[in-house]
């Protein structure tokens, strides 16, 4: 499964754009088709080699992860709400698509996928219903 698409990429905000927002939408969900562990993304952006953010203008010259992507990127890092199973230790943070991707669940030897169904939903709501 396509964990990044051109499709996901349009409607996620670029990283530290809603850090004003007090309740920013999830828009993108990963999750761990075997038990715990699901990401809930609010905002991405391609990054280099040192982790550094790369400006949306520039042009896309390379495919990553099967999606455009400029030239000097090597990851597409994310933010969001995640819980790997104990709602106690749910948090806010980010994680790597690279990270995501070479995830290998054992023994099925299946991936983190991302949820095609669905749809953006406020972090707040998210975070209410994971500690219920």
């Known amino acids: 499964m396509e964990l990044l698409t051109q499709s996901v990429l349009s409607v996620l905000p670029q990283l530290y754009e809603q850090d004003n927002n007090p309740d920013p939408k999830a828009v993108v969900k990963f999750f761990n088709p075997c ?67 070479s995830i290998t669940i054992k023994p099925f030897g299946l991936g983190i996928e991302r949820d095609r169904h669905w749809s953006a939903k406020s972090v707040k709501a998210i975070q209410e219903g994971v500690r219920q």
């Open 35 to 101: 038990g715990g562990g699901t990401w809930w993304i609010t905002e991405g952006s391609w990054t280099d080699e040192r982790g550094m953010q790369i400006p949306v203008e520039e042009p896309d010259e390379q495919i990553l992860f099967g999606v455009g992507a400029p030239e000097r990127a090597v990851d597409f890092t994310m933010f969001g709400f995640v819980t790997l199973g104990d709602p106690d230790c749910a948090e806010l943070g980010y994680v790597s698509l690279r990270e995501l991707a």
